[in-house]
């Protein structure tokens, strides 16, 4: 069937690098894209999203890539800090609202010091 | 800033009772939602809430699920006879207008069925 998933489960990155963190979608009919933070026993937040008419979108050291080639998406998060550890999933939704978000499986990032 | 707030925070159950997840999405949003997720594992999503009345379910919103939207402000997740695998956490979200907008969402429910 078709799913949004996330290629590592976990990524370990030094506090001030840079990190990226991939998914992989296979609903071709998706078109608007989300990512979302999600720290222990919290509900997820957003953090940037990006609709399938662009292949980036910037914000505060966060950019999101958009490859619909290939149904990749990535997002980038510049100058890591220690509150960026949290779990990351990609969601995807190709309704006009009404429809729910199908989440990926998420990336554990680690900011270490 | 607004948000959507959930309550209770914390609710255990015994198997076979009744529950009632409640949410208060942001006030001038239209959408609403209920997702759960269960531990260790991705969000699923289990329904639309638009214009009062379900706009999309997933497999998992059974007919032991429902949701209502009492008044103005909130929305409700029941479960009529809870089973031990309805044990996770359960977010609500809303979002603003019709077209592909973020969904925010609440800190969630968590659901213990015993």
């Known amino acids: 069937g078709e799913s949004v998933g996330l290629h590592l489960p976990t990524l370990s990155v030094q506090e001030g690098d840079n990190s990226i963190i991939n998914c992989a979608y296979s609903n071709s009919a998706s078109d608007y894209f989300i990512w979302y933070k999600q720290e222990s026993g919290k509900g997820p937040q957003f953090i940037i999203d990006i609709r399938s008419n662009m292949d980036k979108r910037q914000g505060q050291r966060v950019t999101v890539l958009l490859n619909k080639t290939v149904k990749h998406l990535s997002l980038q998060i510049a100058a890591t800090q220690p509150g960026d550890s949290a779990v990351y999933f990609c969601a995807e939704t190709s309704g006009g609202g009404a429809d729910g978000l199908t989440f990926g499986k998420g990336t554990h990032l680690i900011i270490q010091p | ?114």
């Open chain 2, 1 to 114: 800033e607004p948000e959507v707030t959930q309550t209770p925070s914390h609710q255990v159950t015994q198997m076979g009772q009744e529950v009632i997840l409640r949410c208060v999405p942001i006030s001038n949003h239209l959408y609403f939602y209920w997702y759960r997720q269960i531990l260790g594992q991705k969000v699923e999503f289990l329904v639309s809430f638009y214009n009062n009345e379900i706009s999309e379910k997933s497999e998992i919103f059974d007919d032991q699920f429902s949701v209502e939207r009492p008044d103005g402000s909130n929305f409700t997740l029941k479960i009529r006879s809870t089973k031990l695998e309805d044990s996770a956490m359960y977010f609500c979200a809303s979002s603003a207008l019709t077209l592909n907008t973020e969904a925010f969402f609440g800190q969630g429910t968590r659901l213990t069925v015993v």
